[in-house]
Nanobody, 120 residues
């Protein structure tokens, strides 16, 4: 069984920073892509940032230059460093990962979400 657990959300003032973490655990053989999504109240979930197993990254235009995605393959963990936060960044942030389990099944797994609230 595979689990993703996010941490690091909270309340921060506009202009501040937060760092989110998402750790995968369980019967994992390897992890391919790892992503961060967010969903604001009343809006659709959107892809914020992605990182491949080799470290190639991509970002939504709304966060380019402010957010940085990274990963530690030895720890099966993905991070999202968020700087210069804006009120419009307020959302529940979810991580997802494409994981090969020890049984060689391949599937996308999701975390439970962590709330980020940016006050003006």
């Amino acid at each position: 069984q595979v689990q993703l657990v996010e941490s690091g959300g909270g309340l921060v003032q506009a202009g501040g920073s937060l760092k989110l973490s998402c750790a995968a655990s369980g019967s994992i053989f390897s992890i391919n892509a790892m992503n961060w999504y967010r969903q604001a109240r009343g809006k659709q979930r959107e892809l914020v940032a992605s990182i491949t197993e080799g470290g190639i990254t991509s970002y939504a235009d709304s966060v380019k230059g402010r957010f940085t995605i990274s990963r530690d393959n030895a720890k099966n963990t993905v991070y999202l460093q968020m700087n210069t936060l804006k009120p419009e960044d307020t959302a529940t942030y979810y991580c997802s990962a494409l994981i090969h389990s020890a049984a060689m099944a391949v599937s996308w797994y999701w975390g439970q979400g962590t709330q980020v609230t940016v006050s003006s």
